[in-house]
């Protein structure tokens, strides 16, 4: 065989390799045209090498973001390093469906791509390589790792029956905030709050209804606080509501909307309509606390004069200097 001929059977077998690689390839001139297309690409894409020969890419597939796709190709020009893209940059270059029978669940595919310079032999770069890996696999298992983690995260804060922080994750925020103050000394306020003669309602209309009305109220706190405050179930039926930046005078007033929103409140159980009443006690962090447990202990003794002084009303205890 001559030389000749040899260079023809090598460039055949390279060519037959690139065709058949599990990878797209494709070749882009500095107009951004399509020099090379191989199999993967066409049978991806469905467009065959000569619907896309010397095509502008961008004209081909117009979900390609032009300027930052030109500026990923104009860097490896002009600098003659390669780069690349992930998918957790962009999840993909070209808009591929997806057809692993595994990841049914992702209608397209995943990619992660390399940009190659290509040098002429007298060095130029006058085209690159774009070769692009199929990483939905990848991609979707690590997305479901990550919500399996979320998952469990929210497991571990949340109170089962109420879906409000639980008591650890809430007492672990209070200890976060009051670290806090020692250095900001922004204002924040602690509210206990415990419903009124429960054990009557268990009693009374049986433990389901029971749970019916911790509910009822976890809603209440809910819509009557800002979601940068955290709403905790203390215990049984005691609740605390860490109110983040917020002053006890201003803390009243989310007192006064929770207390007319449980009044307006009817927890509806079989044949029955419950109403309740809650007591509170509310304290400011202050500088006389050493740690979070005297604040929270503060908080726990308004809460107790409430009871003490006839239920169905707040407390406001605030500490001498
Ligand atoms: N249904 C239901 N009841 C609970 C739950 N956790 C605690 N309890 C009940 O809450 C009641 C608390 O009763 P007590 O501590 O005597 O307080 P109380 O009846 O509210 O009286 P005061 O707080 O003094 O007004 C008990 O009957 C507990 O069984 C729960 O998750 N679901």
């Given amino acids: 065989m001559s030389t000749e001929d040899q260079s023809v059977t090598e460039l055949h077998q390279q060519l037959s ?3 058949n690689l599990d990878v797209g390839v494709l070749i882009l001139d ?4 399509i020099r090379l297309w191989n199999e993967f690409m066409e049978n991806h894409s469905g467009l065959l090498y000569n619907d896309v020969n010397k095509k502008n890419v961008f004209e081909r597939f ?3 973001p032009v300027q930052w796709f030109k500026h990923k190709v104009d860097s490896v020009f002009l600098l003659k390093n390669r780069s690349f893209i992930t998918w957790e940059q962009r999840p993909y270059l070209f808009k591929f469906k997806s057809y692993r029978p595994i990841t049914g669940l992702a209608p397209t595919m995943y990619q992660n791509a390399t940009l190659l310079p290509l040098p002429s032999p007298t060095g130029r770069i006058e085209q690159i390589a774009i070769l692009i890996y199929d990483v939905t696999d990848t991609a979707l298992s690590r997305q479901e790792l990550e919500s399996a983690n979320h998952q469990l995260r929210t497991l571990s804060e949340t109170d089962q029956l109420t879906g409000l922080y639980n008591r ?17 000394l922004s204002s924040s306020a ?4 415990d419903i009124d003669y429960f054990k009557k309602v268990n009693d009374q209309y049986g433990h389901l209804a029971g749970d019916a009305v911790l509910k009822n109220l976890a809603h209440i706190l809910r819509e009557a606080t800002r979601t940068t405050d955290y709403v905790g179930r203390y215990g049984g039926e005691e609740f605390a509501l860490l109110l983040i930046g917020t002053t006890a005078r201003k803390a009243q007033s989310v007192v006064e909307r929770i207390q007319e929103l449980i009044a307006a409140a009817r927890v509806s159980v079989d044949d029955y309509t ?12 202050h500088p006389i606390f050493q740690t979070h447990e005297q604040w929270i202990k503060m908080a726990d003794q308004a809460l107790y004069l ?5 239920r169905n009303q707040m407390t406001l205890l605030v500490p001498d200097s």
């Fill in 62 to 64: 117009p979900e390609l």
């Fill in 30 to 33: 500095r107009e951004y045209r």
């Fill in 274 to 285: 419950i109403t309740y009443t809650v007591s509170m006690g509310l304290t400011e962090v």
């Fill in 306 to 310: 409430s009871k003490e002084n006839g």
């Fill in 17 to 19: 390799l690139l065709q």
């Fill in 168 to 184: 650890g994750f809430w007492e672990n925020r209070l200890k976060d905030e009051f670290s806090r103050y020692a250095r900001s």
């Fill in 190 to 193: 602690l509210i206990m709050l």
